[in-house]
């Protein structure tokens, strides 16, 4: 089982950049697909914005698509993802998520979540 923990959210101006943080302990990172999901303010579902498998590439919703970027550190057990030129509509709690094929399904672990805000 993996414990994740988001740091790096905050208020931002539009145009701006913010690197979120998510640390990963008590299993090794690199057997996760990774990924990072937010919830829009008035949402109650999350949104699937980037993911990183253990084998294969990147992939990005396509309202982030060329403005952020998902990285893993697995040695340190590190995921992040560099947000650019953000907007308003991405003022949202950003969630970091590990998921673990199993049989039958999957096993999937969340972090607490870190509040994004987007506003000048």
């Known amino acids: 089982q993996v414990q994740l923990v988001e740091s790096g959210g905050g208020l931002v101006q539009p145009g701006g950049s913010l690197r979120l943080s998510c640390a990963a302990s008590?299993?090794?990172?690199?057997?996760?697909?990774m990924g990072w999901y937010r919830r829009a303010p008035g949402n109650s579902a999350r949104e699937l914005i980037a993911?990183?498998?253990?084998?294969?590439?990147?992939v990005y919703a396509n309202s982030v698509k060329g403005r952020f970027a998902i990285s893993r550190d697995n040695a340190k057990g590190m995921l992040y993802l560099q947000m650019n030129n953000l907007r308003t509509e991405d003022t949202a709690v950003y969630y970091c998520?590990?998921?673990?094929?199993?049989?039958?399904?999957?096993?999937?672990?969340w972090g607490q979540g870190a509040q994004v805000t987007v506003s000048s």
């Open positions: 008590g299993s090794p990172l690199s057997i996760y697909t």
């Open positions: 998520n590990a998921r673990y094929p199993q049989i039958g399904g999957f096993s999937e672990y």
């Open positions: 993911a990183s498998p253990t084998v294969g590439d990147t």
